[in-house]
């Protein structure tokens, strides 16, 4: 089967059907459990023309999601970025944000914006414990701009969906931000297990307990990030995306941003640069064709080696 999908897709487009771009490695807070704030002192951010000069090389996208690490509104040229997907045939798009540092124009774009889903990271129900996650955050300003957003008249605008990382610091508050989400007529939660953090993660038997009391608990849709080991030839990220970092170093995903040597990898073992040579140079390079391939083949690349998802 995979291998069909990828014969189609790789004989007729000869482009990846989903982009992740990351506008920025800047963020505005210093949560809990980043790594990145330790590491990132030089932060890199995409211009619009940039951008531009990418997005402008498809004739189509099937996905684009806004990924990597950093707060977005934080560069500047984000919301232009978001603007001018209107222009362009993007079949659906989609970011995290914190959502603490929007202005009330950007609420006002981002209304009128064809994106087609926020993921706004909300880890408290109350100012104290938000607070304590989200260090620099303010859990007033939070509520204030999601109503903002919510209570603007316009019908279809995109969706809020709450992007919650269960941990120890927060298990106490999960049922109440489901009452927040009803509050501030969200209708979805996304909870996500934290990973690879021995002080603040809950073990899995506690993880799954969580898990069954908040599915009996909530009448609003709920949705659980798990990892649950598949062979790495079921990867079709692999096949259809590309990842774009704040510097156009080209990697196959944005879950690699998750690595601690992230900044090391993209020079080391990225496929190229987006500002040096086009997209499609880069996809039909022979490096990164003989990493489709050996992932059709069941062959582990070397770059997904750590990969949580597959083995
Ligand atoms: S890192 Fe994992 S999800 Fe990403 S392309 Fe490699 S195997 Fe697929």
């Not at 800047?26 to 940039?50: A, G, M, P």
């Not at 879950?255 to 040096?276: M, S």
Request: proline content about 3%.
């Amino acid at each position: 089967m995979i291998n069909k999908i990828y014969n189609k897709i790789s004989g007729i487009y000869k482009l990846p059907l989903c982009l992740q771009i990351e506008p920025t490695t800047l963020c505005n807070l210093n949560c809990i459990w980043c790594v990145y704030s330790k590491v990132n002192k030089n932060t890199k951010k995409i211009s619009f023309e940039q951008f531009k000069k990418v997005i402008d090389q498809f004739p189509f996208l099937f996905i684009l999601k806004f990924a990597g690490i950093g707060e977005f509104f934080t560069n500047k040229d984000f919301i232009k970025m978001i603007s001018y997907l209107k222009e362009k045939k993007v079949f659906y798009s989609c970011f995290t944000t914190n959502f603490t540092i929007l202005t009330n124009s950007d609420i006002i774009d981002l209304v009128n914006s064809n994106i087609n889903t926020i993921f706004v990271s909300i880890d408290g129900a109350t100012k104290e414990t938000y607070e304590k996650i989200r260090k620099g955050a303010n859990f007033e300003t939070l509520i204030n701009n999601i109503k903002k957003f919510q209570n603007h008249p316009k019908k279809s605008k995109p969706k809020l969906v709450i992007r919650t990382v269960i941990s120890n610091q927060n298990k106490h508050e999960l049922f109440k931000i489901i009452d927040l989400a009803k509050e501030l007529k969200i209708k979805k939660i996304h909870f996500q297990k934290l990973y690879e953090n021995d002080k603040l993660s809950l073990n899995k038997e506690e993880y799954l307990q969580y898990k069954k009391k908040l599915l009996q608990y909530s009448d609003i849709k709920l949705k659980f990030s798990e990892i649950n080991k598949k062979s790495i030839n079921k990867c079709l990220r692999a096949l259809t995306v590309m990842y774009i970092s704040a510097e156009g170093y080209v990697l196959p995903c944005s879950l690699l941003t998750q690595r601690e040597d992230y900044f090391e990898l993209l020079k080391k073992e990225g496929f190229g640069n987006v500002f040096e040579d086009s997209i499609k140079e880069i996809w039909n390079d022979q490096k990164y064709k003989d990493f489709r391939k050996n992932i059709v083949n069941g062959k582990i690349p070397k770059i997904c080696i750590r990969c949580p998802y597959y083995s």
